[in-house]
């Protein structure tokens, strides 16, 4: 795991405030038990909401959670934690608003998660494609919905692995459910975004 704990470290999780109102601190060691710790331990399912997002908005640690979430995905991690990150960062760039703190200072959340997430488009192919399991791919799938530009692409990887997707990603609602966020997000209308698809 050491490309989580190296992503995990070079963050100034010190430097944020957490949803909690606490400083962000705290997540480091969130991030490191969901993974499974640094000796290879069991991972352990750690709570995220009210800390970096909630059905409203996403809080200042946003960013660099989702590139946690990356780096675990690139790693050796257990099963369950490559789910339970790309369920956090499905949730990172489903985020619909900022937090009025990291507003104010012009930041705009998620549409820095969403522009991370594009540098990790293989990573997230590569979930697919691997079908690990169904319920991955599918997430995998759903969140390249959101960022993958390439349409085209998008598609052709659907019919390819149309046998293992869910049916929401086989007939392409993830596709109607997001198109509205992408599109707000490229035109810079945050307040055009549509809400993200039950999870």
Request: net charge negative; aromatic share 6%; charged share 25%.
């Amino acid at each position: 795991m050491r490309l989580v704990e190296t992503e995990i470290a070079r963050q100034v999780w010190k430097g944020m405030s957490c949803g909690c109102g606490d400083s962000a601190e705290h997540l480091a060691g969130d991030l490191l038990q969901l993974a499974g710790g640094r000796f290879r331990q069991e991972p352990s399912h750690v709570g995220f909401e009210g800390h970096v997002w909630s059905p409203a908005v996403l809080w200042e640690p946003a960013p660099a959670v989702t590139a946690v979430a990356l780096a675990a995905l690139a790693d050796d991690v257990p099963a369950t934690a490559r789910e339970w990150f790309l369920d956090l960062l499905q949730r990172m760039v489903a985020g619909e608003a900022t937090d009025h703190a990291s507003a104010r200072r012009g930041l705009d959340l998620p549409e820095l998660c969403r522009d991370l997430a594009v540098r990790g488009l293989w990573l997230l192919y590569e979930e697919v494609m691997s079908n690990r399991s169904s319920g991955s791919a599918g997430t995998a799938f759903e969140i390249l919905t959101v960022v993958e530009p390439d349409r085209a692409r998008l598609h052709h990887v659907r019919e390819i692995a149309a046998d293992w997707l869910p049916l929401c990603c086989r007939t392409g609602q993830c596709d109607d459910a997001w198109r509205p966020v992408a599109a707000a997000g490229r035109e810079g209308d945050p307040g055009a975004k549509a809400g993200p698809p039950p999870l």
